[in-house]
């Protein structure tokens, strides 16, 4: 009887029991935050791109439609980029800022993680502004 009680044959099993749970929920919740901060940095730079688009092609008469074309196309592996362009003086473009700003809804996988956000959707945004040229 003494000896059953000494036996740690199963000590590794109970102690990965333990563990596993915590290293699964911590390697699910970097995964999520690299695709989150993956696609801010895209929205980031498609946003740049395209105010950088709008300020130096703000005479053509189709910028606007050129200015969202071409920020989903610098983000082509986000679908659904939500692409806005104003420009701060819409009498006369030359004489005022180009502002893009672009919103994009990140879906959350692992239910652990969407448990608690409070929410299955992280809408990442960025917005650029620049001079027009």
């Not at 970097?30 to 300020?55: C, D, N």
């Not at 672009?102 to 969407?114: F, G, K, S």
């Amino acid at each position: 009887m003494k000896r059953m009680y000494k036996s740690e044959k199963g000590q590794a099993l109970v102690e990965m029991a333990i563990i596993l749970p915590i290293l699964l929920l911590l390697l699910f919740s970097i995964i999520e935050f690299g695709w989150v901060f993956g696609a801010q940095l895209l929205v980031t730079h498609a946003s740049r791109e395209g105010a950088r688009y709008g300020a130096v092609h703000s005479s053509d008469a189709t910028v606007l439609t050129d200015i969202t074309s071409r920020s989903q196309a610098v983000a082509s592996v986000l679908t659904g980029l939500g692409v806005s362009p104003t420009y701060t003086n819409s009498g006369n473009r030359r004489q005022g800022d180009i502002i893009v700003t672009i919103t994009y809804p990140v879906n959350i996988i692992t239910p652990v993680v969407r448990a608690i956000i409070g929410s299955s959707v992280v809408t990442v945004q960025s917005s650029c502004q620049m001079k027009v040229e």
